[in-house]
């Protein structure tokens, strides 16, 4: 029996079909329209791109304002191209990528600010600033040309001392520009220089802010701070974001180097603080080749310090943890928690908690080593003795440590767990009945 006759509708007498009692039922509706364009082959069904918004559009039952007859199939492929390995391989590199790069959010229209401040008097032309950034990533021809030098000097002036629209205006156009500038031979040196006038613009922004409100306070000046602050930090993660999406194009040959370059400008310039940003370059290890995974991961540990907001680092961790094949999260996660990080408490805890529920993944011979340095730190003994958790906190980390070792069939390192939980348990009840 060919598919086509499997496709085809039963013929079925409306007139003869009765209920229980004798009673003809309500006549059945006829043929839909459009079930006879639905006998084709199966193998010309399919679509060479699947994304539900492509492929719904293909079924006449969803597709908004049909007339009931079945569009044409267009792309035909038979059954060994469309479940083949190069099929295969091309989704999963998709859904890699889709997983290990943020979307960018679309830019909102900028407010009016006729009512506070003259608007900039002209538009600044694209190949003007792109002119400023080459003259950004060559510090040498700056250097050896009296006009170039003279430039450079004139755009310092207008973002340090010029009327504030027209600074903003600059400002706001190179960073735009350098967004799409993503085939700048030398990208990570205009990086620096523009994210480096970026912070010291902040400044007036700050001054702005504050001038704007209609009473002061002694929390004036912070809601001012926070607002120029969280102006800097978009600024920066959409240049972050644009950057790591282009270094996904590239190929993989080159996507570790790229990487490392992105990280080391962020580093030079201070913007490895930001807890939003390194999630974001630690979600994409997993673009990477495996081989660099790990020291990918390690190297973004170095660079990363007292991340803010406070408790940044659980999602830093998770990111971490999740983009490292299992062989090396054992690496990764005592790079997090070593001593001379000096971690706070809250954030040593979040750690704690991620690691231990990743410890299914790890091989044993990493397991063991690990576990003992996580009871090590939760009890708060050796390097660990700056910590400060309450009883409660300690015995809810053991408690999970142990039941995730007996979950990874660590039975012996779950009963030495269970051992310092006692002691743990003892110790606070000595201390209340003293």
Not at 127 to 134: A, G
Not at 310 to 321: F, M, N, R, S, T
Request: proline share 7%.
């Amino acid at each position: 029996m060919s598919p086509s006759c499997l496709l085809a509708p039963p013929a079925i007498d409306a007139a003869s079909i009765t209920t229980s009692l004798g009673v003809p039922s309500t006549p059945l509706a006829t043929t839909p329209p459009w079930a006879d364009d639905w006998q084709v082959e199966f193998t010309g069904v399919l679509q060479m791109s699947m994304t539900p918004h492509e492929a719904l559009p293909a079924l006449p039952m969803l597709a908004a304002g049909t007339s009931g007859s079945r569009p044409a199939c267009a792309a035909k492929r038979d059954f060994s191209c469309a479940f083949g390995n190069a099929v295969l391989a091309e989704s999963a590199a998709q859904w890699k990528r889709h997983a290990a790069l943020r979307e960018i959010p679309a830019l909102e229209p900028t407010p009016s600010t006729s009512d506070a401040m003259p608007p900039a008097r002209t538009s600044i032309p694209a190949h003007v600033l792109r002119k400023v950034l080459l003259d950004f990533g060559n510090s040498d021809a700056r250097t050896s040309d009296p006009l170039r030098s003279l430039a450079s000097r004139t755009i310092e002036t207008a973002l340090d001392s010029g009327p504030y629209a027209d600074a903003r205006h600059l400002l706001q156009g190179l960073i735009r520009q350098l967004e799409t500038e993503q085939a700048l031979t030398q990208w990570t040196t205009v990086f620096e220089h523009v994210v480096a006038r970026t912070q010291r613009f902040e400044s007036r922004i700050e001054d702005v802010a504050r001038s704007l409100l209609l009473t002061h306070d002694a929390t004036s000046g912070a809601s001012a701070q926070a607002l120029a602050q969280a102006s800097t930090n978009a600024s920066i993660d959409r240049l972050v974001a644009h950057r790591l999406h282009a270094i996904a194009d590239m190929p993989e040959e080159t996507r570790a180097t790229a990487w490392s370059d992105l990280l080391g400008s962020a580093k030079r310039v201070n913007a490895c603080a930001n807890a939003e940003r390194m999630t974001s370059l630690a979600q994409f290890i997993r673009q990477l080749p495996q081989a660099e995974q790990v020291p990918a991961a390690l190297a973004l540990v170095t660079a990363c310090g007292d991340l803010q907001p406070p408790g940044g680092w659980e999602p830093v961790a998770q990111k971490l943890l999740d983009a490292v094949p299992p062989s090396g999260i054992a690496a990764v996660a005592r790079a997090i928690v070593d001593p001379g990080r000096r971690l706070r408490s809250e954030s040593m805890k979040a750690v704690v908690d991620v690691i231990s529920d990743r410890l299914t993944r790890i091989p044993r011979s990493d397991a063991v080593p690990l576990v003992r340095r996580l009871v090590e730190i939760v009890v708060m003994r050796g390097a660990f003795d700056h910590l400060s958790f309450s009883p409660d906190q300690c015995a809810h980390m053991l408690d999970d440590l142990r039941w995730m070792c007996r979950r990874a069939g660590l039975n012996d390192l779950a009963g030495e767990v269970h051992g310092t939980l006692e002691e743990v348990c003892d110790e606070y009840k000595a201390t209340l009945m003293q």
